[in-house]
């Protein structure tokens, strides 16, 4: 039986395969810890090197590739010899500053032999927090793409803690064919894509060629397990698969160590498992916004105005506030809640919290006076309001 949210077999799966990866110009190419690690002899560049190859072709062709490379913490195991993954967050942060050098180093070194220079960016979920950091991001990343410069992205592991604690790379190389305006998003891994049970315990699994709706059917056959030095399972690669599917970019996972494996998808081969984007995703300009973190940022909005916002599609005024919440800059992202504390969209706010509570409630020709200026007549604006059934 296939399950919920699984295309059909047959025609219909090389008409979405073929048709998914003709317009693709830039990919975004997430490899698991599994494939640079082994458990012997550490780091094992012998995937890398092969993928290094397959990405000089695709360059030669006029592809445009950003990386997303996991295993910070196993390389600095291995440097430091360490038996087992560290559990406490400073000695985590501490084996991934020694593993980012080792790793790097080797990237560099295997991208270098086939013509390519490579540039590490360290991400943290800051980074992707606010309108202003996010396109920082962005424009570092554009600028070393127009250099012919291949971004490899990581986690910054040595400071960041929340990424440390419950974070994965998946996530973040969802948030990373966004933040660059991707066409595809490729997670390599150890398995060859999504299967009906774990092909590793069920000798009857099969593997999933489509996927056009991820259900809970799908999410309930991904299981949890990850490997001994990564942090991510397939679940981790569903939600990533998810968050890159609404916001318009179409998802591969498979298998990392199958020789021309790249090649082989954007060609449309029924390689791995296909995620479907839907033919309407988001508004590109506020696809980071839904998966940032604003934490005590908010907004008390009065009940009116979230009716209203909701019913016309209006902004929000600087009148609506009933209440704020946390310390925050104008164009940081915030969370709109109705009186009760309840969350129901998250927007750029164009004030900052200093003058939200100064003017919170007053009308325009009041603001000036509180102020001895109006900064900006909506305190945030509808196009950049993010509701809560997109996070």
């Given amino acids: 039986m296939r399950p919920e949210g699984a295309a ?3 025609a219909a799966a090389p008409r979405h395969r073929s048709e998914a990866m003709a317009g693709v110009s830039r990919l975004v190419v ?4 599994s494939l640079s690690w082994d458990p012997a002899k550490g780091i094992d560049p012998r995937n890398l090197e092969a993928l290094a190859a397959e990405i000089a072709g695709l360059r030669r062709k006029g592809l445009e590739v950003v990386m997303v490379a996991s295993g910070a913490v196993g390389a600095g195991m291995h440097r430091l010899g360490l038996k087992r993954r560290p559990t406490s967050i400073k000695e985590k942060q501490a084996t991934a500053s020694v593993g980012q050098v080792y790793l790097m180093e080797l990237v560099a070194r295997v991208f270098q032999r086939y013509g390519l220079n490579a540039g590490q960016v360290l991400l943290s979920r800051h980074d992707l927090e606010s ?6 991001a962005r424009n570092t990343l554009e600028t070393l793409i127009k250099m012919g410069v291949v971004p490899v992205i990581n986690e910054n592991d040595t400071v960041a803690v929340d990424e440390l604690k419950f974070g994965d790379n998946d996530r973040l190389a969802a948030l990373a064919c966004n933040l660059v305006k991707g066409d595809l998003l490729v997670i390599l891994t150890d398995v060859d894509g999504l299967h009906t049970g774990d092909p590793r315990k069920d000798p009857k699994a099969r593997r999933i060629p ?3 709706r991820i259900t809970k059917d799908l999410r309930a056959l991904a299981g949890s397990e990850g490997s001994l030095v990564g942090t991510g399972g397939m679940v981790t690669k569903l939600l990533a698969a998810r968050m890159a599917c609404m916001n318009g970019e179409h998802v591969v996972i498979a298998r990392g160590s199958k020789r021309g494996v790249l090649g082989a998808v954007l060609k449309g081969a029924d390689e791995g498992t296909l995620f479907v984007a ?3 995703p988001r508004e590109r300009r506020i696809r980071w916004m839904p998966y940032s ?13 979230v009716s209203r916002v909701r019913r016309s599609h209006t902004p929000l005024y600087p009148a609506d506030i009933s209440a704020v919440r946390g310390n925050f800059h104008a164009g940081d992202v915030v969370r709109l809640c109705d009186a009760k504390g309840n969350t129901w969209a998250k927007g750029i706010c164009r004030y900052s919290s200093n003058d939200c509570l100064k003017v919170r409630g007053k009308e325009l020709w009041q603001i000036e006076r509180a102020l001895g200026r109006i900064p900006n007549e909506e305190l945030v604006s509808f196009e950049d309001m993010a509701f809560k059934r997109a996070f």
Avoid: C, H, Q
């Avoid at 309108?131 to 920082?136: A, D, L």
């Avoid at 973190?293 to 105005?305: C, F, V």
């Fill in 131 to 136: 309108g202003p950091r996010y396109f920082n």
């Fill in 278 to 280: 839907p033919a309407t």
């Fill in 210 to 212: 489509v996927v056009t």
């Fill in 8 to 10: 059909p077999t047959g």
């Fill in 30 to 33: 997430k490899i698991g810890t």
């Fill in 293 to 305: 973190e604003p934490g005590r940022s908010e907004l008390l909005i009065r009940a009116a105005a």
